[in-house]
């Protein structure tokens, strides 16, 4: 054991120095010192011997044990490093009693950094990010970055490890990397999502399988929300193994009721009252317990049944405000997400008729949620068409995930445009960035130019709500106020929240 460490070191970090630039530069040195000691037979020697004994090491041995290629931005290993590495470490563990773990860390605000800063920013975003790593960790822990926003480390074997203490170090790994990052004068902020697999629990043997272990986790992590951290266990193995049968059952479940929506409440930042729910699809299995979207989303598209969804998704949703109102509950309107599908299909807007009709609801209740995506690649088609039909209905326009795709004034008033939700990425720690400030005032001071209503998307702590209020954002939505919930629970939900404003002080634009 001690001796593979040795080579590894061997390997790692003097093989590569005898035969690079940095001891070929005191070959000068060691000539004059083979004269000085030897004098001119010496010196000869030196000066032909040593350049052979390092080109002839250099090829036939050195050169075979260099490290495998690295990240060429932050200088840490790659995918094949790493791989090799924890096939090292897992072969040292097979035969001793010390204990590791193999973590992924997935930078969740990635993408939207990159397209708001440029690619440079993204350099040194990695750079950072990669020497926070590394200071969080031990000099002799592994560390790899094997894409654009995802990171890996495996531990130097130890004697005492076990989950608590694994859990602990992925917090502090999650800490560091949320402290902002200076980027040509703006403070850019980064959230990371962390999956992790203890020694232990590995499925098998081999590097691959303990690495797949981790993203297992760092999948099921990614599935509860950014900032999220998971372990692997042997019931998140069954729930990957079982992922290609879902697909035979997906297309049964939304006809037998298991896949329904599930609603996020909004509120107003003005009255902290409920000023809308919206409809966001669950998959709620009898076995497996909720499968969230990305997870069923797919298996639906394959199927030819995304429209068939839609459809699914809008009765449930509509029928729930016919039941609020029923309960005596003030919910104005429920939003509904449409594809893009769905959008080129003439039908839409009978359909969406009928459905009102049947429970009697008046067509501003129904908010139709675009994307802004869609919004910018669309020109004036059928799409259009339907949209404005929808708005000419009365229906509310939402645009939602604003600041993602670059919409014009133009294509805002081509779709009849009432409300812009504003991304989340511009919302994230908002409260604490300055320049996050002054990019949230100049939405909302365009939305107010236009006449348009906003809504703050994501919004997770006390501090980003308060400030959007201050700022003149009408409505909030996000775990900050309340995560998705069953139908069942909303209205529970509603008077525990009503009951709460009585005492609580008013943060919006309308308070005293």
Not at 121 to 132: E, F, I, P, T
Request: net charge negative; aromatic share 6%; hydrophobic share 45%.
């Amino acid at each position: 054991m001690r001796l593979s460490s040795l080579l590894s070191q061997f390997r790692d970090w003097i093989a590569p120095g005898l035969t690079g630039p940095p001891l070929l530069a005191f070959l000068p040195a060691l000539s004059l010192g083979a004269f000085w000691l030897g004098g001119e037979r010496a010196l000869l020697v030196a000066s032909l011997g040593l350049p052979l004994l390092f080109t002839v090491a250099g090829t036939f041995g050195l050169q075979s044990v260099r490290p495998p290629g690295r990240d060429q931005v932050t200088g840490l290993l790659g995918s094949a490093g790493f791989e090799a590495e924890v096939e090292r470490i897992g072969a040292e563990l097979a035969e001793s009693d010390l204990k590791s773990a193999c973590i992924l860390v997935d930078l969740d605000e990635w993408p939207e950094a990159v397209v708001r800063h440029g690619a440079g920013a993204g350099d040194v975003l990695a750079q950072c990010v990669a020497q926070r790593i590394a200071e969080a960790l031990r000099p002799a822990d592994v560390v790899a970055r094997l894409d654009d926003s995802r990171f890996a480390v495996c531990l130097h074997p130890v004697r005492q490890f076990d989950l608590e203490m694994c859990i602990q170090l992925c917090g502090r790994l999650q800490v560091a990397l949320e402290e902002p990052v200076m980027v040509d004068g703006v403070a850019v902020y980064l959230s990371c999502t962390v999956g992790f697999c203890l020694s232990g629990r590995a499925p098998g043997a081999g590097a691959a399988d303990w690495i797949g272990a981790a993203a297992t986790a760092l999948a099921e992590a990614r599935r509860h929300g950014p900032s999220s951290m998971r372990s692997f266990t042997p019931q998140e193995r069954r729930r990957s193994l079982l992922q290609p049968n879902l697909r035979d059952e997906a297309a049964a479940a939304l006809e037998n009721g298991q896949i329904q929506p599930w609603f996020q409440p909004q509120i107003s930042t003005d009255t902290g009252r409920v000023s809308g729910f919206e409809a966001l699809a669950r998959w709620t299995h009898p076995r497996h317990g909720v499968i969230q979207p990305p997870d069923f989303l797919p298996l639906l598209e394959g199927n030819g049944l995304i429209e068939r969804m839609g459809q699914v998704t809008l009765s449930h949703a509509l029928g729930a405000l016919a039941a609020w109102d029923r309960a005596g509950v003030q919910v104005p309107s429920v939003g509904v997400n449409f594809t893009t599908t769905e959008l080129r299909n003439p039908a839409l807007v009978d359909r969406i008729k009928w459905e009102l009709d049947r429970f009697d609801l008046a067509p501003s209740r129904l908010a139709v949620e675009i994307l802004e995506t869609v919004v910018t690649d669309s020109p004036d088609d059928a799409l259009t068409r339907t949209v404005r039909a929808l708005g000419q209905l009365g229906c509310r326009i939402d645009l939602d995930d604003f600041g993602t795709g670059q919409a014009s004034i133009a294509a805002l008033r081509r779709f009849a445009i009432r409300r812009i939700k504003i991304d989340r990425s511009f919302i994230a720690r908002a409260d604490r960035d300055p320049e996050q400030q002054r990019m949230i005032a100049a939405i909302l001071t365009m939305a107010e130019q236009l006449g348009l209503d906003t809504l703050g998307e994501g919004v997770e702590t006390a501090g980003e709500h308060a400030l959007l209020a201050q700022l003149g954002c009408a409505h909030v939505q996000g775990f900050g106020i309340a995560r998705p919930m069953p139908f069942s629970e909303t209205v529970d939900w509603i008077f525990a929240h009503e009951a709460t404003l009585a005492d609580a002080p008013q943060i919006g634009r309308g308070a005293g």
